[in-house]
């Protein structure tokens, strides 16, 4: 468990197999393992609003005329 909450918590398997004095891969398995118990997220019936990032409003106000 302390693997999974480091690795939550951002730090990579690279680096806790090293805390931890493990291989990367027995990290790995853990994290793996663990999001295989989890249960399925829920999916809303209807969506009600959509927000949407702020590269969607860069993108089509860019000065250069390019779309992509």
Known sequence: M??????LEGNSQRAIGRILRVSQQS?????????????AAQKPESVHTAELDEMYTF??????GSTS
């Not at 990290?27 to 249960?39: D, M, S």
């Open 59 to 64: 993108i089509g106000n860019k000065k250069t």
């Open 27 to 39: 990290v790995a398995n853990w994290v793996g393992i663990y999001v295989e118990n989890l249960p």
């Open 2 to 7: 302390l693997a999974i909450r480091m690795y």
